[in-house]
């Protein structure tokens, strides 16, 4: 069997993941131990977000004509891909908070919503919440006036019924 009949399935099951992912940020992993990268693969298992080893060649074959090509220049030496098909801002905020507790673990770059992002922009990614935060916080914001206006009618109503049962 010729080896590119053994690479043909891996390239299509990276070009499967990438396809409709929301976002894929690649890391350099080396000098994690096993427990520190057992640790990393059950967080971001829980939130949805597929982590693989892949050959970087293999990683290039699959992305080529997608948004996801702009990883090229991070796909050198050893290469670890998050890739999330609901959270675009999952994969960088588990990774960026994990790499706080061990600094081997590098961010190299990612895309996310079709946009690259180095190294740099991948952390600022990584401190936006997720989107049920977000849209908690909106929600929040759009109930504050609200209930504040109702607390002030609910305070005159209040008032003019002391004032008339005091008249």
Known sequence: MAKVELKQPIVAEIAELLDGAASAVVVDYRGLTVAQDTELRKQLREAGVTYKVYKNTMIRFAAKG????????NLEGPTALAV?????????????EFAKKAPKLELKGGVVEGTYYDQK????????PNREVLLGRLLGS??????????????IAEKEEGGAAEA
């Open 121 to 128: 922009g991948i952390n600022v990614i990584a401190t936006i």
């Open 84 to 96: 999330s098909k609901e959270d675009a801002t999952a994969p960088a905020r588990i990774l960026a």
């Open 142 to 155: 759009m109930q504050s006036p609200i209930a504040n206006f109702a607390r002030v009618i609910k305070q």
């Open 66 to 73: 997608t948004a996801f090509e702009a990883l090229e220049p």
